[in-house]
């Protein structure tokens, strides 16, 4: 429910404040005072988009705000998935600077247009031109039927089965194109994988091969450089471990002698041990080292393959080949298990289309079950509204799976005693169309999401007692639903629990429109200049008095 609305510097409104009734509220005033523009304030507030035109002053910027009280409304999961704190007393802001820039907030949180757009649809049902335009369209038809028919759980069931149908279908359809892919490479992948798997290559294997190469290609002069140095170690004349070992026994007789040369003793002892280890890694790598002709050409040729195929594929690693390897080889095998994959994948297709079909003729039953009693009701409530004449029939036909069902809806109308039904676009004047949304929006109060209820003009082209039955109907509406009627017929403004007046002032440089709770005397001048003008007589008083208290 709208507890406060508060308009700043937007269009022609300086500054304005209302605090509706929670039942019924009605606002009048004279053409171009500014009624429709207070309701493009509210929808700024509901996220419709906005631009810097809207400002009155351009220097300063325009600031919406809407206090609502949501406590009843079931909006705790909403605030939770939209990460914002749940408050029973909700306040939406909307600011729009000089700059153009637009901002919006709920309790002081910033937040997205689209997240601000789906909270005013829970918030607040707005009668505009939009909506007739709406009206003819058979996506917003067939969302009333669900409304009307309670089909809550069999359209969330056939959403679920449609979506997983969906996914199935684009599963079937993207493994088929990748299995004529496959197909189609199917015999070069395998010469690949071949030329590959027949190398049995090994992680690192590429630089143990060409450090062992590197060694075989030089093992002559190798070997010869190494028998050269143990020579120079193992000489029994002067060789450098002969002249270690006598170094080491003077040494030991320097620290007999003074403890002062332990340290370079042990300094020596580690020098020699380190030669000796040398000595032995020397001899060690000369028993190693094979002169083999044989040898090498294999080694050559190995790496010759590998460097071929690195070139080949535009890689720099064994390692690279061994997962070009693996990739080629899951092509291949997907190339061999394709018919039984694709048969699986278009197994699970049928069986997703069969559980949409089977939901999807569930949620028709439903909603064809609800044709006639929706048909009568609204043609009840038009005769009420006197259209006595009026035919509605519900034109109905099966469809594909689709994302709202399986079923085509178009809502035919006719007006008028012998006239066929037709099309919504084709035959409803503008009186016609106001009194069938306003019956569609009064049959569905207690069945959508409508806490707030908004109607602009929506008895355009009625009067009398016609006018009467209607708001009669908004008042029956708002024992339920809070209800604000903009409205220029005086027997229907006579009927509000409260009255605000719009009106220009121009008292300032700029116009500027503004509104006022009108009390009990105001309230009749209104009602009376509405019925004889802007000096009205004393019977059009006392007419207001009696709409006043009818």
Request: charged share 30%; net charge negative; with cysteine.
């Amino acid at each position: 429910m709208l507890k406060s609305l508060s308009i700043s510097n937007y269009a022609l409104i300086d500054k304005l404040h209302m605090q509706p009734s929670q039942g019924l509220s009605m606002i009048t005033g004279e053409t171009g005072a500014g009624k429709s523009i207070m309701l493009g304030a509210v929808g700024l507030l509901l996220g419709n988009r906005s631009d810097t035109k809207v400002l009155l002053h351009e220097d300063k910027k325009c600031v919406i705000e809407g206090v609502f009280d949501v406590a009843n409304y079931g909006l705790k999961d909403f605030f939770d998935k939209a990460e914002l704190d749940y408050e029973p007393i909700c306040i939406i802001r909307r600011e729009i600077s000089p700059a153009g820039k637009s901002r919006s907030f709920v309790n002081d949180t910033p937040v997205l247009l689209d997240a601000l757009k789906t909270l005013g649809s829970y918030l607040m049902d707005v009668h505009s031109q939009h909506d007739t335009l709406q009206l003819g369209e058979g996506n917003y038809q067939l969302s009333l039927i669900d409304a009307f028919a309670q089909t809550q759980e069999e359209l969330k069931n056939y959403k679920a089965d449609y979506q997983s149908f969906q996914k199935a279908q684009k599963s079937f359809n993207e493994l088929t194109k990748k299995a004529i892919e496959l197909q189609k490479e199917a015999d070069f992948n395998q010469f690949q994988l071949e030329e590959l798997s027949v190398l049995g290559l090994k992680e690192g294997e590429q630089a143990e091969l060409e450090s062992n190469q590197e060694i075989l290609e030089n093992a002559e002069e190798i070997k010869l450089k190494i028998n050269e140095m143990l020579n120079l170690f193992q000489d029994e004349q002067f060789g450098i471990s002969q002249g270690m070992s006598q170094i080491q026994q003077g040494m030991q007789s320097l620290e007999r002698l003074a403890h002062v040369f332990a340290s370079l003793r042990e300094r020596f002892q580690a020098v020699n041990i380190e030669l000796k280890d040398i000595e032995e890694t020397l001899g060690d790598e000369e028993n190693k080292v094979e002169v083999d002709f044989e040898k090498l050409d294999e080694t050559r040729d190995r790496l010759s393959k590998i460097y071929q195929l690195q070139k080949k594929h535009g890689v720099a690693s064994v390692e690279e080949l061994m997962e070009l390897e693996k990739e080629l080889a899951d092509k291949v095998f997907q190339v061999q298990n394709l018919d039984e994959t694709l048969a699986k994948a278009k197994k699970f297709l049928e069986e997703s289309q069969a559980q949409v079909a089977q939901s999807g003729r569930i949620l028709r039953m439903k909603r064809q079950e609800s044709f006639t009693a929706f048909q009568k009701s609204l043609e009840s409530l038009l005769a009420g509204l006197g259209m006595e004449n009026s035919k509605v029939v519900m034109e109905h036909k099966g469809i594909a799976p689709a994302v709202n069902g399986m079923d085509e809806i178009e809502l035919l109308f006719s007006a008028n005693k012998g006239s066929s039904p037709q099309p919504l676009k084709k035959v409803a004047s503008g009186g016609e169309f106001s009194r069938l949304l306003f019956a569609i929006k009064y049959l569905m109060a207690d069945k959508m999401a409508m806490p707030t209820l908004i109607f602009d003009e929506i008895d355009t082209g009625i009067s009398g007692e016609v006018a009467l039955k209607m708001v009669g109907m908004m008042q029956d509406i708002s024992k339920r639903h809070q209800v604000i009627c903009i409205t220029h017929l005086p027997q229907v403004a006579g009927q509000g629990d409260l009255h605000y007046f719009v009106y220009k002032d121009n008292s300032s440089e700029k116009t500027v429109s503004k509104i006022k709770l009108l009390e009990n005397e105001e309230r009749v001048m209104e009602l009376a200049k509405m019925i004889a003008g802007a000096s009205p007589s004393a019977s059009a008083i006392e007419s207001a008095k009696e709409l006043l208290r009818r």
